[in-house]
């Protein structure tokens, strides 16, 4: 089971940036994918989600109408695509797989090794 994020990078402020985390030994469909990040000395935080039920997603009030989180089951893939990046954006991008099973009950939680974005003024 592995999770690979790709597409990190230097960009200006208000430039664009796709992140793809590509799953493997899983069925990434199945599970509720998100998108965290972690600045420098901050704590992590929650980015973005999407739904396994019905692809339905949600954001972080500071990235909504900038950001899109999205999935192409057919290649296993998350993306995000973020628009309009800001220098605050800065941090390490990490996306997230997980999934409860009811019975016998086990929760899977699998980690990318994350991807450094880094917005300059």
């Known amino acids: 089971v592995q999770l690979v994020e790709s597409g990190g990078g230097l960009v200006q402020a208000g430039g664009s940036l796709r992140l793809s985390c590509a799953a493997s030994?899983?069925?990434?469909?199945?599970?509720?994918m998100s998108w965290y990040r972690q600045a420098p000395g901050k704590e992590r935080e929650l980015v973005a989600t999407?739904?396994?039920?019905?692809?339905?997603?949600n954001y972080l009030d500071s990235v909504k109408g900038r950001f899109t989180i999205s999935r192409d089951n057919a290649k296993n893939t998350m993306y995000l695509q973020m628009n309009s990046l800001k220098p605050e954006d800065t941090a390490v991008y990490y996306c997230?797989?997980?999934?409860?099973?009811?019975?016998?009950?086990?929760?899977?939680?699998?980690w990318g090794q994350g991807t450094q974005v880094t917005v300059s003024s």
């Open positions: 997230n797989a997980r999934r409860k099973r009811l019975w016998p009950p086990k929760e899977y939680d699998y």
């Open positions: 030994g899983f069925t990434l469909s199945t599970y509720g």
């Open positions: 999407i739904s396994s039920a019905d692809g339905s997603t």
